[in-house]
């Protein structure tokens, strides 16, 4: 195929990966049209509704709107837009399997299997399968045995990998302005490659644009969730030293973000990162270099799964230490933020849920509000024991949530948490009122000239002995 051929490209998978990208490359390819497909015919409704759509993205409603119905649909024709495509993304759901033997856990790939078979079953002409969702090495080797083996006689695939780096809360953004575009292939799909490469170079530099082979492509993407991820758990471990000998972890990240070979990004102490990729991704690292006899490798990179558990775990037990017998008598605490980060309305893998857990199993009653997550969304996410039920409230607003609240407890840093009449909150509470701020991004001296006993990440407290 060549890359003035391509006319035509389906989406397997409307989630959120699979819509904002479909999306902007709408947007930037008008004369492409792009169809994105899934079985779940609730999904695809809300993607078609007039009114918000199944996920919250900055910018996307604007870009969606713009396209939809012009070259961006979406369907549950998912054999119909197959076989009209000449590019199949796929961009479907890769979990963690069941843990088996040693410390990670392999991939779900079950849905991966099924689109292939699909693609099989329906082409009628060439057509380059791409990888988009997130696979461990050896699974574009995987779909290719599928295609040649299900295929029909004369139909010719090709796999690629071009793994997303989409950050949620700034998904838009990075799609229209990426740092790089991965296309990986095998051997003798360079035609596919440079055809799938035409479609990003309608607003993407050619210098951004890197082809390599399909294992490198599809390591790329762990190695590179891997790396980020374990500058949040080496930030948070040192976090967890300037609690202990009275250093602040803000002035000790700025001193070396400012460090040429090290920078900034993700040096942000906090309760811990949470998402859909990150522990899945370090997860799949793992099983990967158990199954090769890499073990030192696999507890290296466990290692970093295990600090962001402890993060938490220590977070809590401050909160523990402050609020003491109360917690343990039902004293009612204020969950601000709920989804693992803000800008996104996700809670897979969000560090509120084990916070939330743990106080629950310390006795307290919890007041929970996020701006963008569903009530029903926050109460599947939390432990399905009946007998915590009675004790969380779903607030609509911060002001509800506080209300009567022993503590407030900051886990998703929402801008408008920092600009609330927090002498309001402090009037609203039981006294004495404590702010445990699990990002720093409230102004704990201004808190605590309020009256609050206000307990941040990464510094010591002067408020009880105990949270040295």
Same mark, same amino acid.
């Given at each position: ?12 998978? @409307? ?82 399997? +069941? ?32 990888? !988009? ?19 029909? +006689? ?66 790329? !993407? ?75 490798? @696999? ?29 343990? @008598? ?41 701006? /963008?997550? &569903? ?7 939390? +432990? ?30 929402? &801008? ?13 509470? @039981? ?13 704990? &001296? ?19 002995? /105990?949270?040295?």
């Amino acid at each position: 195929m060549t890359a003035a051929s391509v006319r035509r490209v389906c989406c397997i998978g @409307a989630g959120y990966v699979g819509g904002p990208t479909s999306a902007v490359m709408a947007l930037k390819c008008p004369g492409i049209q792009f169809t994105v497909v899934d079985s779940d015919a609730g999904r695809i409704a809300a993607w078609n509704s007039a009114a918000a759509l199944p996920i919250y993205e900055p910018g996307l409603d604007e870009v969606v709107r713009s396209q939809r119905g012009r070259n961006l649909w979406f369907s549950t024709d998912i054999d119909a837009a197959v076989a009209a495509a000449d590019i199949v993304l796929l961009a479907v759901n890769t979990p963690l399997g +069941p843990r088996g033997a040693g410390l990670g856990g392999a991939t779900d790939l079950s849905a991966i299997e099924q689109c292939a078979r699909t693609v099989a079953r329906v082409a009628r002409r060439p057509t380059i399968v791409v990888e !988009k969702s997130t696979v461990p090495c050896g699974t574009g080797e995987l779909i290719a045995g599928i295609l040649r083996r299900d295929g029909r +006689p004369g139909v010719g695939f090709s796999v690629l990998s071009n793994p997303e780096f989409l950050s949620e809360g700034t998904a838009v953004r990075d799609l229209l302005r990426p740092d790089r575009v991965i296309i990986g292939g095998l051997d003798g799909s360079e035609d596919a490659q440079r055809a799938l490469a035409s479609v990003y170079a309608h607003w993407v530099p050619q210098e951004r644009i890197v082809t390599m082979g399909l294992w490198s492509a599809e390591l790329a !993407k762990l190695a590179a969730n891997a790396l980020l991820a374990q500058r949040v758990s080496s930030i948070n471990s040192i976090s967890a030293v300037c609690e202990a000998v009275g250093a602040d972890i803000a002035d000790v990240s700025r001193a070396c973000g400012m460090d040429s070979r090290i920078g900034g990004r993700f040096l942000h102490a906090s309760v811990g990162f949470g998402g859909s990729c990150f522990h899945k991704d370090i997860m799949g690292l793992v099983w990967l270099a158990e199954s090769l006899g890499l073990h030192d490798v @696999a507890e290296y990179w466990d290692q970093v799964l295990q600090m962001n558990s402890s993060q938490t775990a220590r977070f809590v037990a401050r909160i523990a230490r402050a609020v003491g017998c109360d917690l343990d @008598a039902g004293a009612e605490v204020a969950v601000l933020g709920f989804a693992y980060k803000a800008g996104t309305g996700d809670t897979r893998n969000t560090p509120a849920a084990p916070v939330c857990e743990r106080l629950l199993a310390q006795g307290a009653r919890l007041a929970i509000y996020d701006p /963008k997550v &569903p009530a029903r969304q926050i109460r599947d996410a939390l +432990p399905a024991e009946s007998h915590y039920h009675h004790r969380v409230r779903i607030c609509s607003d911060a002001y509800e949530a506080v209300a009567g609240a022993r503590a407030v407890v900051l886990l998703t840093p929402w &801008p408008e948490f920092a600009t609330l009449d927090w002498a309001r909150v402090h009037g609203l509470m @039981a006294q004495p009122a404590y702010v445990f701020d699990g990002h720093r991004a409230l102004d704990a &001296p201004a808190l605590d000239r309020l009256g609050f006993r206000a307990v941040s990440v990464g510094v010591r407290t002067t408020h009880h002995p /105990k949270l040295k």
